[in-house]
């Protein structure tokens, strides 16, 4: 599966964006997919996933209301609406598919393809 994220942008805090992932060369329903992020110095953390089927999302604790998964199988695309950005928003986002346990979405382990990364900084 290749994937490319896309979406990134300079954006003022309180700002939306919303970043979309294409798959390609591969069955994109037989994934999970999850978005991670990464900030400079940082370890690269989980932000949000989403199951094959395309229920059952679940966020890491500082995004929940904030930010919305969501794909579209029939596009192989998934997207990250990202709605109230804050500063500490400000990483390089990337999408990332895993056809393991989606028990076990939160950990870059269950990922078997990464995407490029695109770059969100948000102002203050």
């Known amino acids: 599966v290749q994937l490319q994220a896309s979406g990134g942008g300079l954006v003022q805090a309180g700002d939306s964006l919303r970043l979309s992932c294409a798959a390609s060369?591969?069955?994109?329903?037989?994934?999970?997919m999850g978005w991670f992020r990464q900030a400079p110095g940082k370890e690269r953390e989980f932000v949000a996933a989403?199951?094959?089927?395309?229920?059952?999302?679940y966020y890491s604790h500082p995004v929940r209301g904030r930010f919305t998964i969501s794909r579209d199988n029939a596009k192989n695309t998934v997207y990250l609406q990202m709605n109230t950005l804050r500063p500490e928003d400000t990483a390089v986002y990337y999408c990332a598919a895993g056809s393991g346990n989606y028990g076990s979405s939160a950990r870059r382990e269950s990922y078997n393809y990464w995407g490029q990364g695109t770059l969100v900084t948000v102002s203050s």
């Open positions: 060369e591969g069955t994109f329903s037989n994934y999970n």
């Open positions: 989403i199951r094959r089927t395309g229920g059952y999302a």
